[in-house]
């Protein structure tokens, strides 16, 4: 017996989603585009914080500087008197008495704290010194700079600085500096890190 086939070809069956798949797959991308949208704010908080630390870093460098390169005795204050020179805020307007070490009274210590507070054990400035606190007195400005924000960003600077004296020929005088400054700041209403600079100046001989 011969068989007969047929000359016609059954369609393939054709694949697809179904509907179930279609929400399923609706859910993991939205969930995707959710976590994704979540991150951005993030990241721009994250280079908020690091371009505001790294405006700090200069702005502290640049009065330390300015600090450092006055004479050791600048002002040459009476005893129980403080160092200090008259100079210009980052803004680059507006002009600050900048206080540099405090001179000891006469028969006084050979070494000199003045200034901002410092955490015990390090060359930190202790920020939760009060802001009033009398010590602060010329170790203490606040600026505003134009940084392309509403109002501008807000800065502060503190600084402490430990003189060291010597004896020569009957007369005290200052030898050594060492001079730690601290700035911290931003947009109104945020609080940044602290960028904390500091160095060790001697008298030029």
Known sequence: MVRQHSSGSRRPAQAGFS???LLIAIVVLLVGVVAVAKLVPTAIQSNLRSRYDSTGVVLAERQLELM??????????VPSGH???????????????????????????????????????SYQIDWNQPAGSAALAGYR???????GTAGGARYETRWAVVTYFANFNGT?????????VSVRGGPAGTVQRPATVGTLVSWRF
């Open 19 to 21: 509907l179930v798949e």
């Open 68 to 77: 450092a390169r006055q004479p050791i005795d600048v002002g040459n204050p």
């Open 83 to 121: 160092y200090s020179f008259l100079g210009t805020l980052p803004d680059g307007v507006t002009p600050f008495t900048y206080r540099v070490g405090l001179r000891p009274p006469a028969g006084g210590a050979m070494i000199s704290a003045a200034g901002a507070a410092l955490i015990p054990g």
């Open 141 to 147: 400005n606040t600026f505003t700079l134009n940084e």
């Open 172 to 180: 005290i005088r200052p030898v050594s500096k060492r001079i730690i």
